[in-house]
């Protein structure tokens, strides 16, 4: 893979800031903002400092570098008509009666088949008291 590396306009001496374009700052936040990629390693390759690069990237959110631009991507997307399962289908009844078993305690409490719901309630409402 090749790598394209831009470097900083050169920097008269003397002077203590450089003065980056708009278009260096630009290229440079929107190599940061690609999936994957490094904010220090992209400020390394082009000779300035990590935290300046973050500033960048907070003024570019902001517009002050100019229009951001939006990358969209769309994925495709197929409908079918799938057949929704009844309630009957979405849980089958099981085959055979089971058994329930509460321990509490010095109380073990055997249920076989399906009980009634009211009366498993208020069993268990006086076992687990």
């Known amino acids: 893979m090749d790598t394209i590396v831009d470097t900083p306009p050169s920097i008269p001496r003397g002077s203590r800031r450089p003065n980056f374009s708009v ?3 630009r290229r ?3 190599a940061t903002l690609l999936p994957g990629a ?3 390693l992209i400020a390394r390759e082009h000779e300035v400092n990590a935290n300046l690069v973050f500033k960048w990237r907070r003024h570019y959110r902001e517009g002050q570098l100019g229009p951001v631009a939006h990358q969209v ?3 495709p997307v197929n ?6 399962p009844s309630a009957e289908e979405a849980m089958p009844l ?4 089971g058994g329930l078993v509460v321990e509490c305690g010095r109380v073990t409490l055997r249920i076989e088949g399906v009980p009634d ?3 498993l309630q208020l069993v268990l409402q006086q076992v687990l008291r």
């Open 23 to 25: 278009e260096f700052k």
């Open 28 to 30: 440079v936040v929107e």
């Open 38 to 40: 490094s904010v220090a």
């Open 73 to 75: 991507t769309l994925l």
């Open 79 to 84: 409908l079918s008509k799938a057949p929704t």
């Open 94 to 97: 099981p085959s055979s009666p």
């Open 117 to 119: 719901p009211q009366t």
